[in-house]
């Protein structure tokens, strides 16, 4: 039934998201291995992203570290199991992602924020 | 003739109305109830008042007006009047939203037809968790009942994080235990409830939820808004349909790489944009969707003709 898969779809990777959060706080950009994770810094304001386009390899996992500049924003890639996030002004909101495969993958905010909100979007370039 | 909702779905794509199948017998035979009558009732949605952009729509003030002149011009007037969602163009400035709800509700008025029922749009409610909103068009989920059909109003748009939340859902599953699970069940709300396009933010976050709770109802139809075009899907056995709205088309979802409205066309002026006729038949026990266009001429025009609308095809095989 399609409400159940939809439910399906999002509710594991939104608890792997979740747990990861523990494992950030805790080894912040370092991997299982030990090995650094790439972190890369965007900033969220009404209504952008910076960077809003931004180059990811295949498989490998990177850790994106959000700020606001001014008001709650959300995080939302729809296309990688429905990871999400809530980027809160005086906090750093720190997300770890892997593209599965190459290709585009788009991101909006998804806390509504004021009129230009629908245009607050931003681009995975995921690359082999 | 027996024949279930995929059968019907397939004779559409001419015509110059959506047929919407209501509940049917076991041998397929129309189960209109006693008691109850035809009526028929318009739905309209996204009036983004306070909207500025002329490449957009260069008559942004004046959209609303020809539909509700268009809706005052129709022979058979409309037994009530449904707006769903997205009256008012957000803004920041709690005075400024205020003002266009006033405006908003002012131009609203001049419709001949008083019995109005509201939603809200995460433009309407979005900012302010709805509380502007309570005191221009009153409550954001309700129910009533016309003529046998019972309409539920669902909100979710006034949590910012376009969900129903679940307080609502428990009123909603509490609403709905209160009826037969024959009964005939209208949902109006503004966002779609299932997964239309999750990409464009197109979806209802704990849409899924509600609908789990209306999957024992058999006679249940879904009217909403948001995403500015006229759109028909079936999820099990609810069919779902969006309206056009009264400022701006938006595209096909997943056609263009952004969501981003769709530029006027001087050739074509209010291309894309109209509203919604509901004919709801009560021995047959089916709904007849007509879309109407916003006319191009004043707004004293003749009464907008009833037009055929795009034919729609079910996306796949329900």
Known sequence: METRKSILRYAAPLTTIFLMSFFIAGAFGADEAGQTEQVIKITAKKFEYSPNEIRLKKGVPVILEFTSLDRVHGFFVADLGGVRATIEPGKVTRVRIVAPKAGTYEFHCDLFCGDGHEGMTGTFIVEE | ?318
């Open chain 2, 1 to 318: 003739m027996n024949i279930d909702r995929r059968d019907f779905l397939k004779l559409l794509g001419v015509g110059s109305a959506v047929l919407v199948l209501g509940p049917r017998n076991s041998a397929g035979e129309p189960t209109g109830m006693a008691g109850q009558e035809d009526f028929f009732f318009v739905q309209l949605s996204d009036t983004h008042w306070g909207f500025n952009d002329p490449k957009v729509n260069p008559d942004a003030a004046g959209t609303l007006k020809k539909a509700i002149a268009a809706v005052n011009s129709m022979k058979s007037q409309p037994e009530f009047i449904v707006f769903t969602g997205d009256i008012t163009q957000t803004t920041d400035d709690p005075k400024e939203r205020r003002k266009r709800m006033a405006e908003a509700r002012d131009i609203i008025k001049k419709l001949k037809v008083k019995n109005v029922k509201f939603l809200a749009g995460e433009h309407d409610a979005g900012l302010d968790n709805g509380e502007a909103f309570k005191e221009y068009f009153g409550k954001t989920h309700y129910t009533f009942d016309y003529k046998g059909v019972h309409f539920i109003a669902v909100d979710n748009v006034s949590d910012p994080t376009s969900s129903i939340g679940d307080a609502q859902l428990q009123w909603l599953s509490d609403e709905l235990k209160k009826l037969d699970k024959e009964s005939r069940i209208v949902i109006l709300t503004h966002r779609p409830l299932f997964d239309l396009y999750p990409q464009w933010d197109w979806w209802t976050r704990d849409g899924a939820k509600a609908l789990d709770l209306l999957s024992p109802y058999k006679n249940v139809e879904v009217l909403y808004g948001h995403i500015h075009q006229e759109h028909h899907k079936m999820t099990g056995a609810i069919p779902h349909h969006a309206a056009k709205g009264l400022m701006f088309p938006l595209p096909a979802p997943g056609s263009v790489p952004k969501r981003i409205p769709v530029s006027w066309d001087p050739a074509e002026p209010y291309k894309g944009l109209g509203y919604r006729g509901v004919q709801a038949k009560a021995k047959e026990n089916l709904y007849v969707l007509t879309e109407y266009p916003i006319p191009v001429k004043k707004e004293s025009a003749e009464p907008t003709k009833k037009e055929s609308v795009a034919p729609w095809k079910p996306e796949k095989a329900y």
